[in-house]
């Protein structure tokens, strides 16, 4: 039976401490309290998203990638992309991209389950529905992130026809500069919403805020990262 997706964007934010969030979803333009703990498989609104992720089924196949993989440790990649590539390799045409900020998560064709000592900490989930032609323009971005994929089953003849995806998946990331890039992609719903995709390869640093996105949201911005504590305000729209 294919798989289909009720939502066309969909954001969840938890707060550091909290079990649960605010979700904005297709349906409601205002942040709403989730239906239930990001805890529970069951409710909750990316548990839901990801029910294709914790079983095996023939109409779900996906790409899921983490620079810290469940059941992994010592892993050393200069990447801290998170986040799950799903298609249906048969019709009717129908993905998802799901990005978030969570290590260890999600286990694949494991049984939901988010890291307890992950409540204590901030976190975002981002859930956009595609059309599949999407794909190896997303995987293009990763490839230039270079992502730590540790699972992946989308069927050959599907990967074999997306060049990026092809390269994504066999870990070459050989791309020419610039090392920063935005690329536009479009929600599948009509008419739908567009979406820019930032992506910035490990040599890039602060620039890709600096004179990337704020210069293209024209919005000041302060910034700060895990490898530097120390908050930057100098990200300054000019004029």
Aim: with cysteine.
């Amino acid at each position: 039976m294919p798989f289909t997706w009720n939502l066309y964007r969909a954001i969840l934010y938890k707060a550091a401490g909290q079990n649960n969030g605010k979700i904005i979803t297709a349906a409601s333009v205002d942040w709403q309290q989730s239906p239930a703990p990001v805890g529970n498989g069951a409710g909750n609104s990316f548990g839901k998203a990801l029910e294709h992720v914790a079983a095996a089924n023939r109409n779900a196949k996906f790409v899921a990638y983490n620079n810290k993989p469940p059941n992994a440790v010592g892993v050393q990649t200069n990447s801290n992309s998170k986040g799950i590539l799903i298609m249906d390799p048969d019709p009717p045409d129908s993905a998802a991209w799901i990005l978030h900020t969570v290590p260890g998560f999600p286990k694949a064709l494991q049984a939901y389950t988010f890291p307890a000592e992950e409540i204590a900490k901030g976190h975002l989930f981002v859930c956009l529905t595609i059309k599949e032609e999407q794909l190896d323009l997303i995987a293009l971005a990763l490839r230039i992130a270079r992502p730590l994929v540790y699972h992946h089953d989308i069927p050959a003849a599907e990967v074999n026809s997306r060049p990026n995806l092809k390269n994504l998946l066999n870990g070459d990331s050989s791309v020419l500069p610039p090392l920063t890039i935005r690329k536009e992609i479009k929600t599948a719903a009509d008419p739908g919403i567009k979406v820019s995709v930032f992506s910035k390869g490990e040599k890039s640093g602060y620039e890709m805020f600096k004179k990337v996105l704020s210069r293209k949201l024209k919005k000041d911005l302060k910034v700060w990262t895990t490898r530097d504590t120390k908050l930057k305000g100098d990200c300054r729209t000019v004029g």
